[in-house]
């Protein structure tokens, strides 16, 4: 608990009770009492209401399965990438072409060049 081993905490204690004094010691421990039982209210309320919207409860899910660290990036990317079915991705969408047909021919590139002297075009509705 907190790094801190059975003899620390002992030591801890005895400091709170002498700092504390035999007086006020009994108004403390109800203090920490009420907190405590505070806190176990407060957190079983949560579980109750998360539970009340969201529609399940938290001991019956499966955790393991929300794991990051279950998760290999470069298994998932395979998996991807060697995966032959190719299925829409809703009920309208067009199936995915499994090959590409190249053009017979490619056009060629044409490169509009300023003459000296003329200024650039400016698009203000580009920056």
Do not use: C, H
């Not at 009340?52 to 001991?59: A, M, P, R, W």
């Amino acid at each position: 608990m907190f790094g801190i081993n059975g003899s620390e905490f002992l030591i801890l204690l005895i400091i709170g009770v002498i700092v504390i004094g035999p007086s006020r010691l009994p108004e403390y421990t109800r203090k920490l009492t009420n907190l405590v039982k505070e806190l176990r209210r407060m957190a079983s309320g949560a579980r109750e209401q998360i539970k009340e919207e969201v529609g399940i409860d938290i001991d019956e899910v499966d955790w393991k399965k929300y794991d990051p660290r279950q998760y290999d990036p470069r298994r998932i990317i395979k998996e991807a990438l060697l995966d032959d079915d190719t299925k829409p991705v809703s009920d309208g969408a067009p199936v995915a072409v499994a090959t590409v047909e190249t053009p017979t021919k490619v056009p060629e590139r044409v490169v509009e060049r300023l003459s000296i002297g003329e200024k650039a075009p400016f698009d203000a509705e580009a920056t």
